[in-house]
């Protein structure tokens, strides 16, 4: 008996040997792998592209002074892309899409612009630096997702990216001066909130209630009814713009150049935004917007001559470290 249990224990480890190699644990391994790969990748995508569509903007909007229309160009510059795909499909859920996301989408990019017009940059950055922590508040409290963890460890990496972007900021400004205007509060709000839920919607239906629709055919609800609903904000808050953009192309050198050149990175940003949030939750997402906006400050410190004494580049640092620590959180 004794010897047969001796032979059950030599055996038992090469049981679970085998049972490991077999091909379902191997194919298991390989998915999960395949599937880090994949976020890694969107993540780097958007990134990338979120970086160089806030540098080409900053060329375009300058030279041009026309920051409605030029979103406006760069949305009908997507769609025209998206509709030359093949893969263009409205399956089920694309009105429910088409009610639901649009205008958020386009009450994000519009308010945006129109805040900077009347606070700082700094104010600008702090204040939509706070979207992670709204998110992660929301949907912890709404439709708490399997990967979603919300303790002290969460909200003290999010609270450091605010935290740190609001260092960097206010270094930058002077704390004294970091005001609103009743306007620029209404705007900044605003966009706040509108680029939340933007996000948190767009997560909701590609995650949860899975929309049977294309990226190329998402990319023209977006961005196709977001012209429209934005045109509608040009012609009623700032009709001249179209004559100032015109103006621009015709006699200011380069203007033609950066604004393709962020039509393009901007259908590519979108096809990414869309790829990225079928993979993770909003707050993420807002996460990894807060990281890519350091990056930009980090080059203009480098670049550009920009603010880089003791006090901004520890505001800069405690905020990436806010962003890694949430990533390795999730």
Not at 180 to 198: R, T
Not at 276 to 304: C, D, E, H, N, P
Request: glycine share 8%; net charge positive.
């Amino acid at each position: 008996m004794g010897e047969l249990r001796e032979k059950k224990e030599k055996y038992q480890p090469m049981q679970i040997a085998e049972e490991e190699g077999k091909p379902e644990s191997r194919f298991e391994a390989l998915r999960s792998a395949m599937g880090a790969s994949e976020i890694a990748m969107a993540a780097a995508s958007w990134a990338t592209c979120s970086i160089s569509m806030t540098l080409l903007n900053k060329v375009a909007v300058g030279r041009s002074h026309a920051p409605i229309a030029v979103v406006i160009v760069q949305m009908l510059a997507t769609v025209g892309m998206a509709a030359g795909s093949k893969n263009v499909h409205f399956g089920n859920g694309w009105r429910l899409w088409a009610l639901a996301v649009p205008p958020l989408f386009a009450l994000m990019m519009v308010t945006s612009m129109i805040a900077l017009q009347y606070v700082t940059v700094g104010t600008f950055v702090v204040v939509r630096n706070l979207g992670p922590i709204v998110t992660l508040l929301i949907e912890s409290v709404m439709h708490k997702p399997e990967t979603l963890t919300f303790d002290w460890r969460s909200a003290g990496a999010t609270g450091a990216i605010a935290l740190g972007v609001f260092i960097y900021e206010a270094k930058e400004i002077r704390f004294s001066e970091i005001r609103f205007s009743g306007v620029g509060l209404i705007f900044l709000i605003a966009n706040l909130g509108s680029s939340c839920a933007e996000r948190m919607m767009q997560r909701h239906l590609l995650a949860v209630r899975e929309v049977d629709v294309s990226k190329p055919a998402l990319m023209i609800l977006n961005n196709g009814l977001g012209a429209l609903f934005s045109m509608l904000v040009l012609i009623i808050a700032s009709p001249q713009e179209m004559h100032s953009l015109y103006h621009a192309l015709k006699f200011k050198r380069g203007t033609g150049i950066s604004l393709v050149a962020s039509c393009v990175v901007g259908c590519l940003i979108s096809y990414a935004g869309l790829w990225l949030q079928r993979l993770v939750t909003a707050t993420s997402f807002m996460v990894l917007g807060s990281f890519t906006k350091m990056i930009v400050i980090a080059y203009g410190i480098v670049m550009l001559g920009d603010s880089h004494g003791f006090v901004s580049v520890f505001g800069a640092v405690l905020s990436l470290a806010g962003s890694y620590a949430y990533s390795r959180i999730k």
